[in-house]
């Protein structure tokens, strides 16, 4: 079993910067891939990045460049460092883990209740 709980997320002006955080209660953080999502209001939720549980990233196009996800196995924690944010960064961010390496939401189990990004223009 896997709990996630986020923080982080606030309002931000266009072209600010932003850190999430995911703390994870889970016996071996390192036995898991973890994701962020994201759901904009009236969107599909959506893949924004994710990390293997070494290290290895990799990132929606959208946000390529911009974000930063990175992992911390000793403090079982996950990141997402956002830059140069958009009005359309806007969204509920989601932390996720799983043990498969993937990109689809429906390979991750285990969801955190989500923070609210807002980039006012």
């Known amino acids: 079993q896997v709990q996630l709980l986020e923080s982080g997320g606030e309002l931000v002006q266009a072209g600010g910067s932003l850190r999430l955080s995911c703390a994870a209660s889970?016996?071996?953080?390192?036995?898991?891939?973890m994701g962020w999502f994201r759901q904009a209001p009236g969107k599909e939720r959506e893949f924004v990045a994710r990390?293997?549980?070494?290290?290895?990233?990799t990132y929606y196009a959208l946000v390529k460049g911009r974000f930063t996800i990175s992992r911390d196995n000793r403090k079982n924690t996950v990141h997402l460092q956002m830059n140069s944010l958009k009005p359309e960064d806007t969204a509920v961010y989601y932390c996720?883990?799983?043990?498969?390496?993937?990109?689809?939401?429906?390979?991750?189990?285990?969801w955190g209740q989500g923070t609210q990004v807002t980039v006012s223009s």
């Open positions: 996720a883990a799983t043990t498969r390496w993937s990109t689809a939401q429906n390979e991750y189990p285990y």
């Open positions: 889970v016996r071996t953080f390192s036995d898991y891939h």
């Open positions: 990390i293997s549980w070494n290290g290895v990233s």
